[in-house]
């Protein structure tokens, strides 16, 4: 990878690397290469089955990390592709691929943004740090990527001032929206214990599907909580259902449920599991279950602050639109970085064809990116 600031001809190059994850299939070590020739230290890191990248310039003052991730998500049934769908093709002013959203477009604008931010501003590093966290799990179980990088940078005691995510925020045009938080995610899983029979003789069973369906639908209509002036109130969509083996003249003995909770700070996993249980517990005679949990992440949100100021600045500059700073949408790995550095936004494209057949990004729209991207450096880090 060269080091100019196309964020066109950037993307093409990483969008023709097949990096489905976890697999990095050679994709940061493009950028490792690009980010060199800038002047940058770059680090490969390895956990797990997972490949990482950290690259820093400079090594005093502010710091200010660009965030992102290299892998995607699976193409799916790749004939009803317009194009293939890690040719990077160009057709009336898109480009096509996967990852061109989510998000090797945002790593591209971020790429050309720091090479020209750098050839403007020679001697940034004498004062300040520039910084990229490229993950290769955000796609996946976001266990082995950011997590333990933000693990390895703090046993290297190296802090981070500023964080730019560069996910897909925008839903009508670029600069319509930034993320100044995120949603909760906790994923819980609900087994009822009932007791295995012939459906002939239902008296000599007990079905935890009859017994339960009252319970279900009491959970699905509760209100967990009335949100607050950042987040909307919390959710819960039941997202998988089996009892059985399939057999027709079978009572089941059990009923697994799964369900997500997405929560904002009006809550924590711990008030929304205790509510959980207090609807269960109402089963009358008492029905007996096993409730287990998983947290993905826990709400954020960025209150102020310098980042945000010049966000908003720099895209109604460039972008001749005010954004709307708001908390929708699923999580990020902004959800783990925000824990060692409160000052974390999220900014990048419209995301309307994320993860779908056809993804895709109008070419004007990575230039537009990009700029905005610079202007935010400058704004941050004015000329002397």
């Given at each position: 990878?060269?080091?100019?600031?196309s964020?066109?001809?950037?993307?093409?190059?990483?969008?023709?690397?097949?990096?489905?994850?976890?697999?990095?299939?050679?994709?940061?070590?493009?950028i490792?290469?690009?980010?060199?020739?800038?002047?940058?230290?770059?680090?490969?890191?390895?956990?797990g089955?997972?490949?990482?990248?950290?690259?820093?310039?400079?090594?005093?003052?502010?710091?200010?990390?660009?965030?992102?991730?290299?892998d995607?998500?699976?193409?799916?049934?790749?004939?009803?592709?317009r194009?293939?769908?890690?040719?990077a093709?160009?057709?009336?002013?898109?480009?096509?691929?996967?990852?061109?959203?989510?998000?090797?477009?945002?790593v591209?604008?971020?790429?050309?943004?720091?090479?020209?931010?750098?050839?403007?501003?020679?001697?940034f590093?004498?004062?300040?740090?520039?910084?990229f966290?490229?993950t290769?799990?955000?796609e996946?179980?976001?266990?082995?990527?950011?997590v333990?990088?933000?693990?390895?940078?703090r046993?290297?005691?190296?802090q981070?001032d500023?964080?730019l995510?560069?996910?897909?925020?925008?839903?009508?045009?670029?600069?319509d929206?930034l993320?100044?938080g995120?949603?909760?995610?906790?994923?819980?899983?609900?087994?009822?214990?009932?007791?295995?029979?012939?459906v002939?003789?239902?008296?000599?069973?007990?079905?935890?599907i009859?017994?339960?369906?009252?319970?279900?639908?009491?959970?699905?209509?509760?209100?967990?909580?009335?949100?607050?002036?950042?987040f909307?109130?919390t959710?819960?969509?039941?997202?998988n259902?089996?009892?059985g083996?399939?057999?027709?003249?079978?009572?089941?003995?059990?009923?697994?449920?799964?369900?997500?909770?997405?929560f904002?700070?009006?809550?924590?996993p711990?008030?929304?599991?205790?509510?959980?249980r207090?609807?269960?517990?109402?089963?009358?005679?008492?029905?007996?279950?096993?409730?287990?949990?998983?947290?993905?992440?826990?709400?954020f949100?960025?209150?102020?602050?310098?980042?945000?100021?010049?966000?908003?600045?720099?895209?109604?500059?460039?972008?001749?639109?005010?954004?709307?700073?708001?908390?929708?949408?699923?999580?990020?790995?902004?959800?783990?970085?925000?824990?060692?550095?409160?000052?974390?936004?999220?900014?990048?494209?419209?995301?309307?064809?994320?993860h779908?057949?056809?993804?895709?990004?109008?070419?004007?729209?990575?230039?537009?990116?990009?700029?905005?991207?610079?202007?935010?450096?400058?704004?941050?880090?004015?000329h002397?």
């Open positions: 990878m060269k080091p100019n600031d964020p066109l001809d950037l993307a093409i190059e990483l969008i023709r690397v097949a990096s489905i994850s976890p697999r990095d299939e050679g994709c940061q070590a493009l490792g290469h690009f980010l060199q020739q800038l002047g940058f230290t770059v680090y490969s890191l390895r956990f089955q997972v490949d990482n990248l950290y690259a820093r310039l400079g090594e005093r003052g502010k710091h200010f990390c660009f965030a992102g991730h290299t995607v998500v699976t193409p799916g049934d790749v004939s009803r592709w194009s293939p769908p890690f040719a093709a160009i057709q009336d002013g898109l480009l096509i691929g996967r990852g061109a959203n989510d998000m090797k477009g945002g591209a604008a971020m790429l050309a943004a720091a090479a020209r931010f750098l050839q403007q501003h020679p001697g590093a004498e004062q300040n740090s520039l910084s966290l490229i290769g799990d955000e996946g179980s976001a266990v082995d990527g950011t333990k990088v933000l693990e390895w940078l046993q290297r005691r190296e981070l500023y964080c995510v560069g996910e897909p925020t925008c839903m009508q045009q670029l600069g929206g993320k100044i995120r949603r909760g995610s906790l994923n819980a899983e609900l087994i009822f214990h009932g007791k295995q029979g012939h002939a003789y239902p008296h000599l069973a007990d079905n935890p009859h017994r339960a369906a009252p319970l279900l639908d009491r959970l699905a209509r509760h209100r967990f909580d009335e949100g607050n002036d950042h909307p109130p959710t819960l969509q039941m997202t259902l089996q009892a083996d399939g057999s027709d003249n079978v009572i089941p003995g059990s009923l697994r449920v799964a369900f997500n909770f997405r904002g700070t009006a809550s924590s711990e008030t929304l599991l205790a509510q959980v207090a609807i269960l517990d109402q089963a009358d005679p008492p029905l007996p279950y096993t409730l287990t949990s998983h947290l993905s992440g826990h709400p949100q960025t209150e102020g602050g310098r980042l945000l100021q010049a966000l908003q600045h720099s895209i109604t500059e460039i972008l001749g639109i005010t954004p709307n700073p708001n908390t929708a949408g699923g999580t990020s790995d902004a959800r783990f970085i925000s824990l060692d550095c409160p000052q974390t936004l999220e900014f990048g494209l419209f995301s309307p064809t994320i779908q057949i056809d993804e895709r990004v109008p070419v004007v729209e990575l230039e537009r990116l990009t700029r905005v991207y610079t202007h935010l450096l400058h704004t941050l880090f004015p002397p």
